[in-house]
């Protein structure tokens, strides 16, 4: 049954994408509907296993490694599959209003929405260093595809560059796998963890690898494609391009340094990649507080928060792994909240200038309200998920007498209080001065609902955080705590 | 060692053509020589597989796509004909230097470091005989490492998705150069077409125990589908029918469901039941890629019978 | 193989020169074309640092590479469309980053 629940989290969104494109009109939503629908059953039942075995592994094809290749579900890869399914299907229904599958442009959105979910899911789960590369092309083509479903010209330059970095990213990550191969004679990251010896070559494939995947993690300084993409990409697509997409190469880069590398004690390279995370953290938020749209400000937020994941390489330690994935988690629900709040107030005020959305709150107290909630979760105020992740990671840092990474923490919640407020200070100033609002329609009120619902989700995190953390500390690679 | 050097050089100053410096048109033709040159490179270092890929998909399918995106962009006046003047950079040319160090080093360093052991290769050795095929590099990518395979089907329909939806439109306007109008060329179509297709079907069969396969076979029906578009024998056409479209998702599709059939019957996930399923997923994905290819060349949803 | 080192110096030089090119040239055609001769230098390096086994190449090695072959002409292929398509729409194919964040 753990082959079938697994195969069902990869291959049902394919089929389903495939069946979008040959069925006729209204049989589209019933694909779209299929492909997305029994993800969370499968993965609540495999959380379920998971819990019981520790860990899943499958070898597809029934060849083990090395000749094969091996699926493998942790408690981290199973977080970060709960928050695709779950982006998947809400934003999804965001996206429903917007891109209906029987018109046009829904029938370009669907199949690549449906292959997007279905290849970050089989990112996750893969174990082998060159189908992760395989993988991540599929994220980045069906990820750009979905940028420029509208055909805007600022969406369609930023794709372009997107596009070209994202190439070259993935051309340094299949450099390093081919060094990592040529030493070890495997491409299994675990088998490959054994062999691969902390010497000139296994350190470069390590550098390579990683430079490649901070491009597409749009880490500081690596991160001048992300805000006009994010910033300019339909709303939904947004929502998961900062919730989702970037992780994704995040993730594989905590895979490389903590369960490739995780015994080479390479303090210098984990000290470089935390100070790359505070510059993100400060940068970001920086940029953020001097923009002029809102998706831009989000957009930058999404570079500003990005950083936190690179704090557990010098945090380094079990709390500070479950305070980061918590994060990761609880960020991916409130940026996704954010981004289609964003979006209904750009689709139906036909701007999203900070200066022509003078009450705003007046015209659409709903999304005002969601982007409020959505920044507490962003700011780490209690109760939410970002609280939880914060508070964590100032413990360890505390715990550690890390004062640089405590200075950091602190500096970048205080510039993301600064940048959200001075949004919310726009939307609800008067005298009013954002447009009349056109009559609304039960799309709009869905879109305005389910951008809602993703912000109480993130506020929700804050309260049943333990076995979340449970489940995480079930996946830590390198021992007890620091 | 003669012949090394050779194609060695002759590839870094082919990339130096068509990188540096000439018009941009001059450099697509020296882009397209490389890999030319490239291909002889993979047969002399010994893979017949990647020599054929590489002339069929990387020199010549990647080529063509190049070629008319340049006819394309000059017709639309978009571009000025002439390479606007490169950005002059020192940082850019340390980077370069570094990089190209880099890649020296740690090349060298690897191949000092060979022990001609690679495991998994050697564990590829000895389990392929139970598989009934004779070429490895068919068992690698339909039976022992298919997952890739699929996702890399999958990658060339999201692909294809991506750049309909990149191009926006139902209907098909992007340009075509006029067809040439000469009477050779039917003949020349009328012999070529059916002989290619013979070779494609062919390089499928032989692929299981020779060099060849779907993807080289997938080139070549593309190729032919490339001459037929320029001939003005097929043209672009303002819709995709149901044939298109199950055309483009059918390599997909067969592998998904053989691979979740065995899954049904008790057997791991895609797991290959036998040589069979190899034609079988490999047709399918020659159909799938080839008819791909030739849509993205044609810039349209749709194929129909001639050019009007 | 009789001399893997000459196949890792050419990598080498093709690896330094399609990236001097990718960021000097202003053309999206030849960023492209850069890019694939980028990507043909990791293709060498990825089949001769596998090395011989039982006297020939690695097939293991060989078959990525034919994947990432397949992957290379369908990104490059999803990249022309775009850049076409933003020369039918913009006019120019310019990526200047003042038209797009509002600034």
């Not at chain 2, 000059?74 to 000025?80: G, L, P, T, W, Y």
Request: with cysteine; net charge neutral; proline share 5%.
């Amino acid at each position: 049954m753990v082959a079938e629940a697994l195969a069902c989290l990869v291959l049902v969104p394919v089929v389903a994408a495939c069946l979008a494109l040959v069925l006729p009109g209204r049989w589209r939503w019933l694909a779209v509907a299929a492909g997305l629908l029994p993800l969370p059953l499968a993965m609540a039942w495999l959380t379920g296993e998971l819990g019981r075995e520790g860990l899943i592994t499958v070898a597809v094809a029934g060849f083990e490694a090395p000749l094969g290749i091996v699926w493998r579900l942790d408690g981290l890869s199973a977080v970060l599959v709960w928050l695709n399914i779950i982006i998947a299907l809400l934003v999804g229904l965001h996206a429903a209003a917007h891109y209906p599958a029987d018109k046009l442009n829904g029938f370009r959105f669907w199949p690549l929405w449906l292959l997007l979910s279905g290849a970050m899911n089989a990112l996750l789960l893969s174990a082998d260093l060159f189908n992760l590369f395989v993988t991540l092309e599929l994220v980045t083509l069906a990820a750009i595809g979905l940028l420029v479903v509208d055909r805007k010209p600022q969406a369609m330059r930023a794709a372009v560059r997107y596009l070209l970095l994202a190439l070259l990213g993935s051309l340094f990550y299949l450099l390093g796998v081919a060094l990592v191969y040529g030493q070890t004679g495997t491409l299994d990251l675990y088998q490959a963890a054994g062999v691969l010896q902390p010497d000139l070559l296994g350190h470069t494939a390590l550098v390579l690898m990683t430079v490649g995947l901070l491009v597409k993690a749009a880490i500081f300084p690596l991160h001048g494609w992300l805000p006009a993409a994010h910033g300019n990409a339909p709303g939904p697509v947004s929502a998961v391009l900062s919730a989702m997409v970037v992780k994704v190469a995040v993730y594989l880069v905590w895979r490389l340094w903590l369960w490739l590398a995780g015994d080479w004690a390479i303090p210098a390279g984990l000290t470089m990649l935390g100070l790359l995370g505070a510059l993100a953290i400060v940068y970001g938020s920086l940029q953020a507080l001097v923009q002029q749209r809102v998706k831009m400000i989000v957009a930058y937020s999404t570079v500003a928060q990005l950083g936190y994941l690179m704090l557990l390489f010098p945090l380094l330690g079990l709390v500070a792994f479950q305070a980061t994935s918590y994060h990761l988690l609880s960020h991916g629900l409130a940026k996704a909240a954010m981004f289609l709040a964003a979006a209904n107030l750009l689709t139906r005020l036909g701007t999203d200038q900070l200066g022509d959305l003078r009450g705003a709150d007046r015209r659409m107290p709903l999304d005002v309200f969601t982007l409020a909630l959505a920044g507490v979760s962003i700011l780490g105020l209690p109760p939410s998920g970002g609280f939880i992740a914060k508070w964590l990671m100032l413990q360890t840092a505390l715990a550690q007498g890390g004062w640089l990474w405590v200075g950091v923490i602190l500096v970048g919640g205080l510039l993301a209080a600064a940048y959200l407020f001075r949004v919310l200070a726009v939307l609800c100033a008067r005298p009013v001065a954002c447009p009349e609002l056109p009559v609304s329609g039960k799309a709009d009120q869905l879109t305005s609902l389910v951008a809602l619902g993703l912000a109480l989700a993130a506020l929700a995190a804050g309260f049943v955080p333990a076995p979340v953390l449970k489940l995480l500390a079930t996946a830590w690679p390198l021992g007890g705590a620091p | 060692m003669v012949i090394d050097v050779f194609l060695a050089l002759g590839l870094v100053v082919l990339a130096w053509q068509a990188l540096i410096g000439g018009s941009l048109f001059r450099g697509i033709v020296m882009f397209i020589v490389f890999g030319m040159v490239l291909t002889l490179a993979w047969a002399w270092l010994g893979s017949p597989d990647l020599a054929m890929a590489e002339a069929a998909i990387g020199a010549g399918v990647t080529g063509a796509l190049i070629m008319i995106a340049y006819w394309r962009l000059r017709r639309i006046n978009a571009v000025e004909p002439r390479d606007p003047s490169p950005a002059r950079s020192r940082l850019a040319l340390v980077i370069a230097v570094l990089a190209t160090g880099l890649v020296g080093a740690i090349g060298l360093a690897a191949v000092s470091a060979l022990t001609g052991d690679a495991t998994a290769a050697r564990v590829m050795n000895e389990t392929l005989p139970d598989t009934g095929l004779g070429n490895p590099i068919t068992g690698v990518l339909i039976v022992f490492r298919n997952l890739d395979t699929l996702l890399e089907v999958a990658v060339v329909l999201a692909a294809y998705i991506a750049a309909r939806a990149a191009l926006g439109r139902e209907s098909a306007d992007l340009p075509l150069p006029p067809a040439p109008d000469t009477p050779l060329l039917t003949p020349l179509v009328v012999t070529l077409a059916p002989l290619t297709m013979v070779v494609a079907i062919y390089l499928l069969k032989a692929g299981s125990q020779y060099p060849g396969g779907a993807f080289q076979a997938s080139a070549l029906l593309a190729a032919l589908g490339v001459l037929l578009v320029l001939t003005g024998r097929v043209g672009p056409a303002a819709a995709a029918n149901w044939l298109t479209r199950a055309g483009l998702v059918i390599g997909t599709l067969v592998f998904c469901l053989v691979g979740l059939g065995m899954l049904v019957i008790g057997a791991p996930l895609l797991a290959i039941p036998g040589i069979w399923a190899v034609y079988l997923i490999e047709a399918a994905m020659m159909i799938s890629i080839g008819l791909t290819l030739v849509l993205l060349f044609a810039g349209a949803p749709g194929l129909s019978g001639k050019r009007s | 193989m009789n001399h893997p080192e000459i196949w890792m110096l050419a990598a080498a030089g093709l690896f330094g020169l399609g990236l001097y090119s990718l960021i000097i040239a202003r053309h999206l055609l030849r960023q492209l074309i850069a890019i694939k001769i980028m990507g043909s230098a990791v293709f060498l390096v990825l089949v001769v640092t596998a090395g011989l086994v039982d006297g020939s190449l690695d097939g293991i090695a060989q078959a990525l590479v034919l994947t990432g072959i397949v992957i290379a002409v369908a990104a490059i292929a999803f990249a022309l469309a775009l850049v076409v398509s933003l020369a039918e729409t913009t006019g120019s194919i310019s990526l200047n980053p003042d038209d797009d964040d509002g600034r």
